[in-house]
């Protein structure tokens, strides 16, 4: 998914709605979003989710 698929997804959405991500069988909050420059030639830029540590 590009982050433009994304905000497709996400513009039909009610704005309060937590955003939660899978994570070791169960649900984790999203507690981050860090960006990541292509890593070599060719590849792409890169958004990674971090799940919340504190559930």
Not at 18 to 27: A, H, I, K, T
Not at 33 to 45: D, N, R
Request: hydrophobic share 40%; proline share 11%.
């Amino acid at each position: 998914m590009t982050v433009g698929e994304l905000l497709n997804k996400l513009t039909e959405l009610p704005p309060e709605a937590v955003v939660l991500m899978e994570s070791d069988g169960g649900l984790s909050l999203v507690s981050a979003v860090e960006f990541l420059h292509g890593q070599g030639p060719g590849a792409p830029p890169e958004v990674i989710l971090t799940p919340s540590m504190d559930e």
